[in-house]
């Protein structure tokens, strides 16, 4: 197998908690706590969890918008982990994001056309001219008229906002894109239509997504492999019809059974969690999820669980001490 | 599906017309909303941003923006009264009382400055006690019953020192304190995670089942509405689509914008990575709705008939559709 466009490789992010009278940072709040996974050229990875869980925070460290604590992160076997913001530069156009809510990421007083102009402004590409074409381009390849190139941001919808917010995502032809909640802002009926653009552009441009969402639907129907993530941790990845067929860990089950789905005849039996997330400042001791889980015993409030491949050799890993088929 | 008695109606929505004044001129928010709410059940009311569903809770509980949000017309029939045009001293009584309210932002709902204790004691001592003793072993009684642990400690803590899904049980103790005939939840699990919307829905079903009181749900999450509603109402730019039991909303849609709805959301049964059904453009704001049907310009099945405003025809004694075309539609075909 040839190498994965992208490697991660134990990775961590803490940040210092400023308390006290002189602010010193004595504790830290483990937001990532060493997670390892590759993204494949033209792949989705989907990564589900609670708020909370490190998703974010994670998708940010990819695109170096966060400097990681420590661990590797591999772009064509480049470590970009603790780059400089100057030697980072040429990696930029490789590495994308897209947020959650683009008026956010977008620049209010900017037209849209000096907008998606712009990447090609800062990596010193073509005249003027040439720019106006692409821009003209962009707009097509995303479904807006070229007259939008003169509008505000704050003159579209929640949905074409989206679409503005790819089309400056993939304007340097990127091989990887970091989408954090792309569509859970947008109403249900716009959701699809942002979503069929995104795989047409994955299939068009030969695109990596890694895709961040709390909708296990929605991630579902665009990932080839999903990473379930709970208080900084990966607790189980899979192959995205394994994950639903074959849920591992205890967590992901509950997951699973808690999403209201849009039919009565499956009103289906839910697996209440106790409680909340404990807080990534004071994490639990073992197994992250032990204060939740109906099953922990004292193994798992003293011993962390690795993640570990299941015996059915598809790729399908999980981190419980207890791992076993339920189904 | 028992017969509607007329006794079992608790509040009775008639023609409801809701107008902001806006710098843009009269926006109608509402514009002829009839629907009832039955006793001991919960009624959903589903659309997409815009379509009037949270203006027509703020109508009912009369807490219009003001002064640019105004009733033009319709009654809200509830105990006997019309709500619409009470006396804003009797609307606060029944505000709280015989109408519990819950929001989607629980730290809204909460005054974070007083302690939980405090704010539930209030509502006991306006409403059922003068004892402030009393209101608040009722505060604590009330916070045991929507599983907050150690209740008698938690009336001295401030919101802030609660989670999201606590603070929304509280919200919903506060709903509930004094035994309201029904409780209107606008997007009540919208800001908390899927495990503890888990919690909270589970929680309101198992007090409806305790307390017998009817709720109407609003919400843009269709599988919410699937698995709490036993009726539904779908709007769609201030008006309703269409309406009935949940079993026959979604087995059978008859309007093209619900079928759209149902066919457009990815499933954990969808093929993955295939092209999803969609609704051609966009949600329209107020400012530009069309006359006549509200979604013609988005329906793939308009005619010319569409610029007139369709009337509401039943497909089934209970279920109701607002479409000029809807017995002309091919079958629908459900998920697998």
């Given at each position: 197998?040839?190498?994965?466009?992208?490697?991660?490789?134990?990775?961590a992010?803490?940040?210092?908690?400023?308390?006290?009278?002189?602010?010193?940072?004595?504790?830290?709040?483990?937001?990532?706590?060493?997670?390892?996974?590759?993204?494949?050229?033209?792949?989705?990875?989907?990564?589900?969890?609670?708020?909370?869980?490190?998703?974010?925070?994670?998708?940010k460290?990819?695109?170096?918008?966060?400097?990681?604590?420590?661990?590797?992160?591999?772009?064509?076997g480049?470590?970009?982990?603790?780059?400089?913001?100057?030697?980072?530069?040429?990696?930029?156009?490789?590495?994308?994001?897209?947020?959650q809510?683009?008026?956010?990421?977008?620049?209010?007083?900017?037209?849209?056309?000096?907008i998606?102009?712009?990447?090609f402004?800062?990596?010193?590409?073509?005249?003027?001219?040439?720019?106006?074409?692409?821009?003209?381009?962009?707009?097509?390849?995303?479904?807006?008229?070229?007259?939008?190139?003169?509008?505000?941001?704050?003159?579209?919808?929640?949905?074409?906002?989206?679409?503005?917010?790819?089309?400056?995502?993939?304007?340097?032809?990127?091989?990887?894109i970091?989408?954090?909640?792309?569509?859970?802002?947008?109403?249900?009926?716009?959701?699809?239509q942002?979503?069929?653009?995104?795989?047409?552009?994955?299939?068009?441009?030969?695109?990596?997504?890694?895709?961040?969402?709390?909708?296990?639907?929605?991630?579902?129907?665009v990932?080839?492999?999903?990473?379930?993530?709970y208080?900084?941790?990966?607790?189980?990845?899979?192959?995205?019809e394994?994950?639903?067929?074959?849920?591992?860990?205890?967590?992901?089950?509950?997951?699973?059974?808690?999403?209201?789905?849009?039919?009565?005849?499956?009103?289906?039996e839910?697996?209440?969690l106790?409680?909340?997330?404990?807080?990534?400042?004071?994490?639990?001791?073992?197994?992250?999820?032990?204060?939740?889980?109906?099953?922990?015993t004292?193994?798992?409030?003293?011993?962390?669980?690795?993640?570990?491949?299941?015996?059915?050799?598809?790729?399908h890993?999980?981190?419980?001490?207890?791992?076993?088929?339920w189904? | 599906?028992?017969?509607?008695?007329?006794?079992?109606?608790?509040?009775?929505?008639?023609?409801?017309?809701?107008?902001?004044?806006?710098?843009?001129?009269?926006l109608?928010?509402?514009?002829?909303v009839?629907?009832?709410?039955?006793?001991?059940?919960?009624?959903?009311?589903?659309?997409?941003?815009?379509?009037?569903?949270?203006?027509?809770a703020?109508?009912?509980?009369?807490?219009?923006?003001?002064?640019?949000?105004?009733?033009?017309?319709?009654?809200?029939l509830?105990?006997?009264?019309?709500?619409?045009?009470?006396?804003?001293?009797?609307?606060?009584?029944?505000?709280?009382g015989?109408?519990?309210?819950?929001?989607?932002?629980?730290?809204?709902a909460?005054n974070?400055?007083?302690?939980?204790?405090?704010q539930?004691?209030?509502?006991?001592l306006?409403?059922?006690?003068?004892?402030?003793?009393q209101?608040?072993?009722m505060?604590?009684?009330m916070l045991?019953?929507?599983?907050?642990?150690?209740?008698?400690?938690?009336?001295?803590?401030?919101?802030?020192?609660?989670?999201?899904?606590?603070?929304?049980?509280?919200?919903?103790?506060?709903?509930?304190?004094?035994?309201?005939?029904?409780?209107?939840?606008?997007?009540?699990?919208?800001?908390?995670?899927?495990?503890?919307?888990?919690?909270?829905?589970?929680?309101?079903?198992?007090?409806?089942?305790?307390?017998?009181?009817?709720?109407?749900?609003?919400?843009?999450?269709?599988?919410?509405?699937?698995?709490?509603?036993?009726?539904?109402?779908?709007?769609?730019?201030?008006?309703?689509?269409?309406?009935?039991?949940?079993d026959?909303?979604?087995?059978?849609?008859?309007?093209?914008y619900?079928?759209?709805?149902?066919?457009?959301i990815?499933?954990?049964?969808?093929?993955?990575?295939?092209?999803?059904?969609v609704?051609?453009?966009?949600?329209?704001?107020?400012?530009?709705?069309?006359?006549?049907?509200?979604?013609?310009?988005?329906?793939?099945?308009?005619?010319?008939?569409?610029?007139?405003?369709?009337?509401?025809?039943?497909?089934?004694?209970?279920?109701?559709?607002?479409?000029?075309?809807?017995?002309?539609?091919?079958p629908?075909?459900?998920?697998?």
């Open positions: 197998m040839s190498q994965p466009l992208i490697q991660v490789e134990n990775l992010m803490h940040f210092p908690v400023k308390e006290g009278l002189f602010q010193r940072s004595r504790r830290f709040c483990r937001a990532v706590d060493g997670v390892s996974f590759t993204v494949g050229a033209g792949e989705t990875i989907g990564l589900v969890g609670e708020s909370g869980c490190g998703k974010s925070t994670l998708g460290c990819i695109v170096r918008l966060l400097r990681p604590t420590s661990g590797r992160i591999l772009f064509d480049e470590d970009l982990s603790q780059l400089s913001a100057r030697k980072m530069k040429p990696y930029r156009r490789h590495l994308q994001m897209i947020f809510d683009p008026v956010e990421s977008l620049n209010a007083r900017h037209t849209v056309g000096e998606l102009a712009e990447p402004a800062i990596h010193d590409i073509g005249d003027p001219a040439h720019r106006r074409e692409k821009v003209r381009g962009l707009l097509d390849k995303v479904g807006l008229p070229s007259s939008a190139a003169d509008r505000y941001p704050f003159e579209f919808s929640g949905g074409q906002r989206q679409r503005i917010g790819i089309a400056r995502a993939i304007a340097l032809e990127p091989r990887a970091v989408c954090d909640e792309p569509v859970s802002a947008l109403d249900v009926s716009i959701q699809s942002v979503l069929n653009l995104m795989l047409d552009l994955q299939r068009e441009m030969g695109l990596s997504y890694l895709f961040i969402a709390h909708n296990l639907a929605v991630v579902k129907h990932s080839d492999r999903i990473a379930i993530m208080l900084g941790h990966i607790v189980e990845f899979a192959d995205a394994n994950l639903y067929r074959d849920p591992r860990h205890p967590y992901t089950r509950a997951l699973i059974s808690a999403i209201p789905e849009p039919d009565p005849r499956r009103r289906s839910r697996i209440v106790k409680g909340d997330v404990p807080s990534p400042i004071h994490p639990p001791s073992g197994c992250p999820f032990h204060t939740r889980c109906p099953y922990a004292d193994h798992c409030r003293q011993e962390v669980p690795r993640l570990r491949p299941t015996p059915d050799t598809t790729g890993e999980v981190a419980c001490h207890y791992d076993r088929p189904n | 599906m028992p017969a509607t008695d007329p006794n079992d109606i608790v509040i009775d929505v008639r023609d409801l017309v809701t107008t902001f004044d806006t710098d843009a001129g009269v109608t928010a509402v514009d002829g009839s629907f009832a709410v039955r006793r001991g059940r919960t009624l959903g009311i589903v659309g997409e941003s815009g379509c009037g569903k949270s203006v027509t703020l109508s009912i509980m009369r807490l219009l923006p003001q002064p640019m949000g105004k009733i033009r017309g319709g009654e809200v509830f105990d006997g009264r019309n709500l619409a045009t009470l006396p804003p001293e009797e609307m606060r009584r029944i505000r709280g015989r109408i519990g309210m819950i929001f989607q932002e629980p730290m809204t909460l974070p400055v007083q302690t939980i204790g405090r539930l004691s209030e509502i006991f306006l409403h059922i006690t003068s004892d402030r003793k209101a608040l072993e505060s604590i009684d045991r019953k929507v599983g907050i642990p150690s209740p008698e400690i938690r009336v001295g803590e401030y919101p802030h020192q609660l989670s999201g899904g606590m603070r929304q049980r509280v919200v919903i103790a506060m709903a509930l304190a004094c035994k309201p005939a029904v409780v209107i939840a606008d997007e009540p699990t919208t800001a908390l995670d899927v495990t503890i919307q888990a919690q909270i829905l589970e929680l309101m079903h198992a007090l409806q089942e305790e307390m017998g009181m009817a709720i109407i749900l609003i919400t843009h999450d269709l599988g919410v509405i699937a698995d709490m509603c036993d009726d539904v109402v779908v709007m769609y730019g201030g008006r309703i689509a269409e309406a009935g039991p949940v026959d909303i979604f087995a059978a849609p008859a309007h093209p619900t079928r759209g709805l149902l066919s457009s990815p499933r954990l049964t969808t093929p993955r990575k295939s092209r999803l059904n609704i051609d453009g966009m949600v329209p704001s107020l400012a530009e709705l069309p006359v006549g049907c509200r979604f013609q310009n988005r329906c793939p099945f308009r005619i010319d008939a569409c610029a007139r405003q369709p009337p509401r025809e039943n497909v089934s004694p209970q279920h109701t559709v607002a479409c000029h075309r809807w017995r002309d539609l091919p629908f075909v459900s998920a697998p």
